[in-house]
């Protein structure tokens, strides 16, 4: 049946409850990376800059700039790829450890942490 959500491998994440950390993380970098997440957990997201193409004080020929006209945001992609590997990552603990990292807001700091 189309959209059954069954593609052949199981991608739950596996519930880390505070012991064997690094078999933990070997799983959930395999279903990060199934779900083309992995590089916000291990790059993180970044700030693009809005630029503005500004004339040269040159004469005929020269280039134009491109200068920064406000604050670097994150892409909504990079907004949302991030929300994906959190809620992978914070269904992924048991109640006991969520409080302990629950206040992070990028997946990167989540791996950062170590738990």
Avoid: C
Wanted: glycine letters at 10%; aromatic letters at 6%.
């Amino acid at each position: 049946m189309v959209g059954s959500g069954s593609s052949g491998g199981d991608l739950r994440t596996p519930q880390f409850d505070g012991a064997n950390y690094n078999f933990w993380a070997v799983k959930m970098e395999t279903i990060l990376i199934a779900h083309d997440l992995w590089d916000v957990v291990e790059v993180g997201v970044q700030p693009q800059p809005i630029l503005e193409e500004e004339e040269g004080s040159g004469g005929e020929g020269s280039e134009a700039e491109q200068v920064p006209v406000e604050a670097p945001t994150i892409s909504r992609e990079d907004k949302i790829k991030n929300a994906k590997a959190l809620s992978l990552i914070q269904g992924a603990l048991t109640d006991e450890l969520f409080p302990s990292i629950r206040n992070e807001k990028t997946a990167k700091h989540y791996a950062k942490k170590g738990l």
